[in-house]
């Protein structure tokens, strides 16, 4: 089956069942969210339809949707994560009131028969997950008494918050349980019953509830074709192909600057096309590493020429049937890409000498190649680890803030954890960093403080100085106190205030000069207060369960700590 056939099967069969189809809304979101960049879901365009279905006159909706997610973008090469991918979704709001609206029996209903029926896929192949119920919020009985009714359902597996329960996490915003199907033991559908509201750290049954479902379109294909990963459908195919001709190397040897390039330049691609151009802040920046990305990829590839608008011919190709945007915007496509490439091409031979001559990577080094020679910070992190070189991305941070207050060009924020696309799972971590580092120093010494901080959605690193490697039972207590105050459920609260006053209150560890005079103190209960950016969960309750997977020297003094909330 090719990508059009199955995304034209499924916007057919829901438009059967009764179902407006809408076509994909741009990639950058049209109202200002300043926790996200870009359209990262399906029902990210009807949000506000969820708590307010009178908003509009559909109650069933289907889509095939762009999305990018940047969070992830460090694991794009491996089988799996892509920046760039379309979501398949179904929406029904305003139930029960609103006329048409449906919301479990039919949505899980409609998810069967799709997959059995109309793509065929052996019943054998597929079973389903759902929530059994965890923290206040109960079991989701109704599904689980649907789901046994498909009587050739192999097998329906139960579990808890953090799989089969979905939510924005930010206040008056839906969210509620999962059904998810697997297809050979990977997750097609999320089918998510946002019957709550997230108020105050709590989740309240709503008046109106409404149905949310997701479908990844590439990793669908590829389990429907039985494709080993997503880069042997046909919408990498032909783009894979042509870095083959361009490069004259092989995608079998060289598998991981192939994904990269063929993921980057798609995804420069449809951003383009929606309006962006490669800049230094939010949106353009994210394309411009993008770009950048995929060039150092090509040279890692002997690729010395310009070829990102060659790629950007096939993308269009590709998908002009589907997403008519493209093709209206290909000069501009093209131009924008040969322009960026023409810059960096001229200065990264000059950034890649001065890299080669560097021993250590101190803050103002990285800072220096990424303002003379534009290579992003990942990007000099991305080659020191190749070279097995050290990077003080902390001193980084500092040293672009000092000169952003200068320029007043981009917004910190947008540096941290991997560029502001601020999903659920990393304002957690950041928060159980909050409470990890108060713990740490209950347990070790009161003189600790952060030496350095990375979080991305799997887990959270954190550096702190310490002389020696800390003990089990060190550990294990660690985990205890922070699994303590999981329990305890204690809010959140953020308050802004001026700099003194905040000082007084909280250990820093960068040179009190480098913040502007009003900060944002984060506390937690009386257990833990520190001055910080956020974002942050509203309440430790939210967080799962805390634990610690590695801890190891960093350099001389500085510890590291590997943790994860599962
Ligand atoms: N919002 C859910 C997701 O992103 C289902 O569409 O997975």
Redesign the pocket.
């Known amino acids: 089956m090719t990508a059009e056939e199955l995304r034209e099967n499924f916007l057919d069969f829901f438009k059967a069942k009764g179902h407006t189809i809408i076509p994909s809304a741009s990639l950058v979101p049209r109202e200002i969210d300043p926790s996200v960049l870009f359209t990262?879901?399906?029902?990210h365009p009807f949000k506000q339809y969820y708590l307010n279905p009178d908003e509009t006159s559909d109650a069933r909706i289907a889509t095939s949707q762009k999305c990018v997610r940047t969070i992830d973008i460090d694991e794009v090469g491996d089988d799996t994560h892509l920046t760039f991918f379309e979501?398949l979704?179904n929406f029904s709001f305003g139930y029960p009131k609103k006329e048409n609206s449906y919301f479990k029996e039919e949505t899980i209903k409609f998810a069967w028969e799709f997959l059995t029926e109309i793509l065929g896929i052996e019943k054998s192949r597929i079973y389903a997950t759902y929530f059994h119920g965890e923290k206040e919020i109960p079991e989701d009985k109704e599904s689980l008494e649907i789901l046994k009714s498909i009587s050739d359902l192999k097998e329906i597996k139960p579990q808890g918050t953090e799989d089969n329960f979905?939510s924005l996490g930010v206040e008056n915003s839906p969210g509620g349980p999962?059904v998810e199907f697997y297809v050979d033991g990977i997750e097609v559908w999320?089918?998510?019953f946002n019957e709550y509201t997230f108020k105050k750290g709590q989740y309240e049954l709503s008046e109106n509830k409404g149905v949310?479902?997701?479908m990844g379109l590439e990793r669908l294909l590829a389990v429907v074709d039985k494709k080993k990963t997503v880069f042997e459908t046909d919408l990498f195919v032909s783009i894979i192909s042509k870095i083959e001709e361009i490069s004259g190397k092989k995608y079998e040897d060289n598998q991981k600057s192939f994904r990269i390039i063929s993921d980057h330049i798609k995804a420069a691609t449809f951003i383009i096309a929606d309006g962006i151009i490669p800049s230094n802040v939010k949106q353009g920046y994210v394309l411009r590493r993008l770009i950048r990305r995929a060039i150092r990829h090509g040279k890692i590839l002997g690729i010395e020429n310009n070829f990102t608008k060659d790629i950007a011919e096939i993308v269009i190709s590709t998908y002009s049937n589907m997403y008519l945007e493209l093709k209206e915007n290909g000069n501009k496509i093209f131009e924008e890409l040969e322009k960026e490439e023409n810059k960096f091409r001229k200065t990264l031979a000059g950034g890649l000498k001065e890299f080669e001559k560097l021993t250590a990577i101190t803050g103002k080094d990285a800072f220096n190649l990424y303002q003379t020679y534009g290579f992003p910070l990942e990007m000099t992190e991305e080659l020191a680890v190749e070279k097995n070189i050290k990077i003080d991305k902390d001193e980084f941070e500092t040293e672009f803030k000092k000169h952003q207050e200068l320029s007043r060009t981009a917004s910190a924020g947008q540096f941290k954890g991997g560029l502001a696309d601020t999903s659920e799972q990393t304002k957690k971590l950041h928060t159980a960093a909050h409470l990890m580092l108060a713990a740490i120093r209950k347990i070790l010494s009161g003189d600790i403080i952060q030496k350095g901080s990375n979080i991305t959605e799997e887990r959270l690193r954190f550096d702190f100085n310490y002389p020696e490697k800390l003990t089990k039972e060190q550990i294990a207590e660690i985990e205890n106190i922070v699994n303590q105050k999981i329990v305890e459920n204690i809010p959140v609260e953020m308050t802004e205030m001026p700099k003194d006053e905040a000082l007084k209150l909280a250990k820093v560890s960068f040179d009190p000069a480098k913040y502007g005079d009003i900060v944002k103190v984060y506390k937690i209960g009386d257990f833990s207060i520190e001055l910080c950016g956020g974002p942050h969960v509203e309440n430790t309750g939210q967080l799962g369960k805390f634990m610690i997977k590695k801890e190891e020297s960093s350099s001389a003094g500085v510890r590291r700590i590997k943790a994860v909330l599962e």
Do not use: F, I, K, R
């Open positions: 990262t879901a399906g029902m979501m979704g979905w999962t999320n089918c998510v949310d479902t997701g």
